[in-house]
């Protein structure tokens, strides 16, 4: 492992922690256990990375209302049909093309009370989204 994807490794799980602890921090005072108030959220991460540079954005999708990037709502129903497994969301009938363009798509939240993580590797942002839906399609 080089010592830039240690890095990018290490801001993203610093990141991830932030937004736990934001979300945490900004509760209402009186809110109720996890267990009587299941949230429905996931922190995602498209990491590309090329010869020259390494560029990664990230999103809080939100699902109770949808929110957090323009496919929100559709990623929402994808989750919730699989419920909330990425890994069991429809892969999506169509080519893509022999171009080898690697994307790492991460997910760490919770899903009607359990926790969520993922992350895979793949050949390019088109099998990306055959495989993962509308939940890594941010931009």
Known sequence: MTHTTHTTHTVRNALTAALALLALASAP????????APGNWLYVTVT???AQSIHTQGALLRCDPPG???NSARACAELQEAEGDVDRIP?????C???????TASARGEWNGRPVVYERTFSSTCAM????????AMS
Do not use: L, Q
């Open 129 to 136: 989204e055959a495989a993962t839906g509308a939940v890594f």
């Open 68 to 70: 957090g990037h323009r």
């Open 91 to 95: 892969r999506k009938e169509g080519y």
């Open 97 to 103: 093309t022999m171009v080898y363009a690697p994307v």
């Open 29 to 36: 005072a009186g809110a109720a256990s996890r267990e009587a």
């Open 48 to 50: 590309r990375e090329s």
